[in-house]
T-cell receptor, first 113, second 117 residues
Framework: AQTVTQSQPEMSVQEAETVTLSCTYD???????LFWYKQPPSRQMILVIR??????QNATENRFSVNFQKAAKSFSLKISDSQLGDAAMYFC??????????FGTGTRLKVLA | GAGVSQSPRYKVTKRGQDVALRCDPI?????LYWYRQALGQGPEFLTY????????KSGLPNDRFSAERPEGSISTLTIQRTEQRDSAMYRC???????????????FGPGTRLTVL
């Protein structure tokens, strides 16, 4: 069965600094999709970034980028120039190309002024 | 609409009562999903609709839970004879294409926080 593991329950970063959130997954599939979602205090679920496993190039969205290591089954999120508004729970999610997303347990990011 | 909407945002009910949670997907989105999120956890899949057809309900915990999407747009998740263990955030998501075309990104609604007393 596919699993997603986020081993960092909580992380802190100084405003304007860079932080990396870790995510590992387990699958026997060769084609799949990975996502990072942000859940601010409002408890919305906001898509941050998406990565297709067949693409070797790491996805980027403005200050957000990923380090996708397919062989290691690792999918980390890097947030550059951290802002107070980045404070939230971050969930890593996996899908094998069907409709079920499998989520990790989340990492709470605190941004210190 | 601009995004997925859900109502009510908060629901408090007494044990044994039935509740109905509503999801209004992004206009034109073919696929609709229900997830349940316990406190401190990530969302867990409950059920999936492609248009009005319920394609998978394997995540529904038991037969007290049911969902429908009769006209392929708005969906209702119903929990009968609620129990305290049903307390959670219930999230709806939608995506623009069916799974036969591959994975499309799911966009989530704000959720309904259900509390069963």
């Amino acid at each position: 069965a596919q699993t997603v593991t986020q081993s960092q329950p909580e992380m802190s970063v100084q405003e304007a600094e860079t932080v990396t959130l870790s995510c590992t997954y387990d699958t026997s599939e060769s084609d799949y999709y990975l996502f990072w979602y942000k859940q601010p205090p409002s408890r919305q679920m906001i898509l941050v970034i998406r990565q297709e496993a067949y693409k070797q190039q790491n996805a980027t969205e403005n200050r957000f980028s990923v380090n996708f290591q397919k062989a290691a089954k690792s999918f980390s999120l890097k947030i550059s120039d951290s802002q107070l508004g980045d404070a939230a729970m971050y969930f890593c999610a996996y899908t094998s190309g069907t409709y079920k997303y499998i989520f990790g347990t989340g990492t709470r990011l605190k941004v210190l002024a | 609409g601009a995004g997925v909407s859900q109502s009510p945002r908060y629901k408090v009910t007494k044990r044994g009562q039935d509740v109905a949670l509503r999801c209004d997907p992004i206009s034109g989105h073919v696929s609709l999903y229900w997830y349940r999120q316990a406190l401190g956890q990530g969302p867990e899949f409950l059920t999936y609709f492609n248009y009005e057809a319920q394609q998978d309900k394997s995540g529904l915990p038991n037969d007290r839970f049911s969902a429908e999407r009769p006209e392929g747009s708005i969906s209702t998740l119903t929990i009968q004879r609620t129990e305290q263990r049903d307390s959670a955030m219930y999230r709806c998501a939608s995506s623009s294409i069916g799974t036969s075309f591959g994975t499309d990104t799911q966009y989530f609604g704000p959720g309904t926080r259900l509390t069963v007393l």
